[in-house]
C-alpha cells in the first residue's frame, strides 16, 4: 500500500502545479506548460500510470508537445509512477538524469530551535502581491514578469504568503500552499544582500508555524538533494521522505 504521506504530497505536488500551467491530457501522464514563462518549474510531465506496451508512445507524445512549444521535455518520477523502470528506459530514448530532489516532511526537533530575532516576518496580504512578488523574483534572480505568472496561483484562500522585513524594508518571502491536510512551504526566497543572517531560516520557522496553526497533518517541501537548501532544511527540522527523480532531453 503506498504510503499516505507520498501520496498526498504527490497529490498536492500535481494540483499546485495544475493551478499555475496549462494541463496537456497524454493518456497516461499530466503535461504541464506555460507559454509565458521559459522556466523548467512550469514544463514537467509528471503523474504516469501506463502499461509497459504505451511507453513508447508516450514519450513521443511528451517529445512532440514540448519540442512543438521548443521547451526541454522533463519527466517527474516519484516511487508511485508506473512502470517502475520508466527511468531506464527515458535514458535508452536519449534522456539525461537530472538532479534528484528531495521531498521533505518536518519533524519537530528534539531540542527547541533557538528563537529567530534577525527580521520580522509577518502575513503578506492580498493586497500586498505586487512587493511580495517583487521581492521574491528578486530573491531567485527572475524576471518581473514571474510575479504576474503566479498571481492566479497565489493570490487564492490555500496560499498563505510571508514576508520578511529587516527595519521595515521587505528582504525576504516565503509562503505555505495547505491542501488535504498538508502544508507545502514554497518560494523561500531572499534578496542578495541580506543572505546569510539567519533570515531563511527565520522564514522557515515562521512557515512551520504557521502552517501547523492551519491544522495541517504534515508540513512539506521539495528541495534539490544534496543542495545548501536541504542542509538548511534539516537544521530546521526537516527529514527527506522520498526521492523524486527528473529525466531532461533537451530541445534541439
Not at 51 to 80: H, N, W
Not at 168 to 178: F, H, K
Not at 239 to 246: L, P, T
Request: charged share 25%.
Amino acid at each position: 500500500m503506498p504510503d499516505e504521506l507520498m501520496t498526498t504530497f504527490e497529490k498536492l505536488w500535481i494540483t499546485l502545479r495544475a493551478q499555475w500551467c496549462d494541463n496537456h491530457d497524454l493518456d497516461g501522464a499530466l503535461a504541464f506548460s506555460h507559454d509565458r514563462a521559459a522556466m523548467d518549474f512550469f514544463h514537467r510531465i509528471a503523474q504516469v500510470n501506463v502499461d509497459d506496451i504505451q511507453v513508447d508512445r508516450l514519450i513521443d507524445d511528451a517529445l512532440r508537445l514540448f519540442g512543438e512549444k521548443k521547451y526541454d521535455c522533463m519527466f517527474t518520477l516519484s516511487p508511485l509512477d508506473h512502470p517502475a523502470d520508466l527511468g531506464e528506459r527515458l535514458e535508452r530514448r536519449g534522456f539525461t538524469e537530472g538532479a534528484l530532489a528531495s521531498a521533505m516532511v518536518y519533524d519537530p526537533p528534539t531540542a527547541p530551535l533557538p528563537p529567530q530575532t534577525v527580521a520580522e516576518i509577518s502575513i503578506s496580504p492580498d493586497r500586498e502581491y505586487d512587493l511580495w512578488a517583487e521581492v521574491m523574483c528578486r530573491g531567485f534572480g527572475h524576471p518581473q514578469t514571474m510575479g504576474e505568472v503566479g498571481r492566479s496561483a497565489l493570490v487564492v484562500p490555500e496560499v498563505c504568503r510571508y514576508l520578511a522585513r529587516v527595519d521595515g524594508a521587505p528582504v525576504g518571502t516565503t509562503l505555505v500552499y495547505s491542501q488535504f491536510g498538508m502544508g507545502y512551504i514554497d518560494h523561500v526566497a531572499t534578496l542578495p544582500e541580506h543572505r546569510r543572517k539567519g533570515i531563511a531560516s527565520a522564514m522557515i520557522t515562521r512557515a512551520v508555524t504557521g502552517s501547523q496553526a492551519m491544522g495541517n497533518h504534515w508540513t512539506t517541501l521539495e528541495t534539490t538533494t544534496g543542495s545548501n537548501a536541504e542542509r538548511v532544511y534539516q537544521r530546521q527540522g526537516f527529514r527527506i521522505a522520498y526521492h523524486r527523480r527528473r529525466y531532461i532531453m533537451p530541445n534541439a
